[in-house]
């Protein structure tokens, strides 16, 4: 792990980090944070908002770390993945020195994030459909290069990464890099994911999210799994008191047992209609290709993107354009909807 740390900038390993006040006792008496001591309304639960929350509650790392099957000290809740993205890229990359690997197309967060702090991003693009190349990532890495980010099932292509080739480069990058892989939507894939790797490869860390298959968006939950120290590290540039009052209430709500079960029928019906839908879309004269998913959206090869996506938003219906991406012309990107959504858009292509 000393190896690992070593990547991070030298001024957050020796950070502290910034001072949070104690909550103490559920009894005790808070007169040492500058809160207001009335609540909104006639409320002195624990949850009232005029108290501020830990900046990492412990019933949401456990109940997070029982939901991946992780060891509480490996979980860092942050407000969504993409808090998780740019805690990484601050604490590995300094400004004009250091870069981060992405395979494009995918998530675009891994590049603001590095623009934002001014990173240099260097793209080893994905190969033949949408695959991993491990073996150019590999070439092309170097010492500048502290953050390697993956996204599996990738964003907007929708297919998993081959574990074979991921395997590689964890192997490869050893002590040299952090590889981050993106899990925001294995829920709706099938596959196990890169959570058992963790052992094997401190330098390893998985990022999930509550705002996909369990219908968090708007609350803005997501987790980063790592080695402890890494996790500490990350901690260390995280405010006090991040995590809001009411997103704690619903993520701890959301991971319940009898939420997770009905999450987990959910989950069933939007691959069931995805695949419905895939079928359906490739049926209609104005689409080429549409391809494999493993999310909760598909990617639409169109033979006029901009008409097609002129016909859906003369329904009312928004898609998301992707055809400006290298490797990705004429191609839209449509989330699985309800049926009755998904058979309103059917109807809005077809009269294209």
């Known amino acids: ?13 020796d950070l502290r980090p910034a001072a949070a006040h104690a909550h103490g006792a559920a009894a005790a008496v808070r007169l040492h944070a500058n809160e207001n001591p009335w609540p909104d309304e006639a409320d ?15 019933a949401l790392v456990d109940a997070l770390a029982a939901y991946h099957g992780v060891d509480p000290a490996g979980v860092l809740v942050t407000r969504g993945s993409d808090e998780a993205i740019d805690l990484l890229v601050r604490a590995f990359c300094r400004a004009g020195q250091d870069r981060i690997l992405i395979c494009p197309p995918t998530f675009g967060m891994y590049r603001f994030s590095a623009e934002i702090q001014g990173a240099g991003v260097l793209a080893v ?4 459909d949408f695959q991993l190349n491990a073996e150019a990532l590999i070439r092309r890495w170097s010492p500048d290069v502290k953050v390697v980010f993956l996204c599996s099932p990738n964003n907007p292509t929708g297919n998993a990464l081959a ?24 829920e ?14 401190p330098g390893l860390v998985i990022l999930r999210t509550l705002s996909k298959a369990h219908g968090l968006a708007g609350a803005r939950c997501g987790v980063a799994i790592a080695a402890p120290a890494l996790v500490e590290l990350l901690g260390r540039i ?14 701890l709500a959301a991971l319940d047992p009898a939420r997770l079960a009905r999450t987990r029928r959910r989950i069933r019906e939007i691959v069931v209609e995805r695949e419905r839908l895939r079928h359906a879309l490739a049926a209609l004269p104005g689409v080429t290709r549409v391809f494999p998913s493993e999310g909760n959206f598909l990617l639409v090869e169109f033979a006029d993107a901009p008409l097609s996506l002129r016909a859906a938003a003369a329904d009312g219906l928004l898609l998301r354009d992707f055809s400006r991406q290298p490797g990705l012309a004429q191609c839209l990107r449509i989330t699985v909807g ?7 858009l059917l109807s809005a292509l077809e009269r294209a």
């Open 44 to 58: 002195d639960s624990p949850t009232a908002l005029n108290r501020y929350f830990d900046g990492q509650p412990l």
């Open 125 to 128: 693009p994905l190969g033949e």
């Open 338 to 344: 309800s049926r009755a959504e998904n058979d309103r």
């Open 188 to 201: 709706f894939s099938g596959q196990q994911g890169f959570i058992d790797r963790l052992p094997r490869h």
């Open 238 to 251: 995280m405010p006090p008191y991040a995590m809001p009052g009411p997103t704690v209430a619903a993520a």
């Open 163 to 186: 574990p074979d080739s991921v395997e590689r480069v964890l192997k490869a990058l050893a002590g040299r890099a952090i590889v981050a892989i993106d899990e925001a939507y294995l």
């Open 1 to 13: 792990m000393s190896d690992i740390l070593a990547l991070a900038r030298p001024e957050i390993r």
